[in-house]
T-cell receptor, first 113, second 116 residues
Framework: SQKIEQNSEALNIQEGKTATLTCNYTNYSPAYLQWYRQDPGRGPVFLLLIRENEKEKRKERLKVTFDTTLKQSLFHITASQPADSATYLC????????????FGTGTKLQVIP | GAVVSQHPSWVICKSGTSVKIECRSLDFQATTMFWYRQFPKQSLMLMATSNEGSKATYEQGVEKDKFLINHASLTLSTLTVTSAHPEDSSFYICSLAHGSGDETQYFGPGTRLLVL
C-alpha cells in the first residue's frame, strides 16, 4: 500500500541549531514533492517544491533534498528560531498537469529559546 | 500567489442540520479547487476536487450525497455537509492551484465544524 511517513513524534531543538525533518514514501513515483508549514488552527502555507530530477533546493534558511532511490526527502531549517515552531507537512504529486497531492502525517517542530 | 478566504471560520450546529462552507479565491480565477478534512493531530485528507461548471470528483470513501460541492464560478466553491453528525466534526480546508506548471497549492484559513 502507499504510505507517506514523517517523524511521528515532535522534534525539539535549540534555537540557532539546524532542524532536519524527514519524509519517506513507499509505492509512490512522485514527479515532485512539496513542503508546507501549518500553524495551529490555520491552513498550510507553501514553502518549497522539488522535482524528481532535482537533488536539492534552497530558499533562504530552508533546504530540501530529494532522493528518489531512497524514496526520501529531507527538509532542513538552518539557524532555527522560535518563530519556526510549527507543523511541517510533505506532499507528493504525480505531475502531468494533475494538481492533486497527497500529504504526509506532518512533524511538529518546537524551537526552544 | 493567491489569496483564499473561507467562511465561516468556525461553526457549531446541532446534529441533523446542514452546514454550508464557502471558499473564495480573492485574486485568481480558479478552475479547480480542492476540499480537505483534517482531524486533530492528523494530516490533511483530500475529500474532493471541485471543478468549475462541472461535477466534483470525490475521493474513495467520501460520500458525495453527504458532502455536496458546488463550484458555480471561478472564484467560489461551496461545501455543504448535509445532515451533519458529531463524527463530521473536523477542520475543513479548501485550496486552489494556478496550474500551468505551477503546482503550488494556496490554502484557505480553514473552517472548524463542531456538531453537537
Amino acid at each position: 500500500s502507499q504510505k507517506i511517513e514523517q517523524n511521528s513524534e515532535a522534534l525539539n531543538i535549540q534555537e540557532g541549531k539546524t532542524a532536519t525533518l524527514t519524509c519517506n514514501y513507499t509505492n509512490y513515483s512522485p514527479a515532485y514533492l512539496q513542503w508546507y508549514r501549518q500553524d495551529p488552527g490555520r491552513g498550510p502555507v507553501f514553502l518549497l517544491l522539488i522535482r524528481e530530477n532535482e537533488k536539492e533546493k534552497r530558499k533562504e534558511r530552508l533546504k530540501v533534498t530529494f532522493d528518489t532511490t531512497l524514496k526520501q526527502s529531507l527538509f532542513h531549517i538552518t539557524a532555527s528560531q522560535p518563530a519556526d515552531s510549527a507543523t511541517y507537512l510533505c506532499a507528493l504529486g504525480v505531475g502531468g498537469g494533475y494538481q492533486k497531492v497527497t500529504f504526509g502525517t506532518g512533524t511538529k517542530l518546537q524551537v526552544i529559546p | 500567489g493567491a489569496v483564499v478566504s473561507q467562511h465561516p471560520s468556525w461553526v457549531i450546529c446541532k446534529s441533523g442540520t446542514s452546514v454550508k462552507i464557502e471558499c473564495r479565491s480573492l485574486d485568481f480565477q480558479a478552475t479547480t479547487m480542492f476540499w480537505y478534512r483534517q482531524f486533530p493531530k492528523q494530516s490533511l485528507m483530500l475529500m474532493a476536487t471541485s471543478n468549475e461548471g462541472s461535477k466534483a470528483t470525490y475521493e474513495q470513501g467520501v460520500e458525495k450525497d453527504k458532502f455536496l460541492i458546488n463550484h458555480a464560478s471561478l472564484t467560489l466553491s461551496t461545501l455543504t455537509v448535509t445532515s451533519a453528525h458529531p463524527e463530521d466534526s473536523s477542520f475543513y480546508i479548501c485550496s486552489l492551484a494556478h496550474g500551468s506548471g505551477d503546482e503550488t497549492q494556496y490554502f484557505g484559513p480553514g473552517t472548524r465544524l463542531l456538531v453537537l
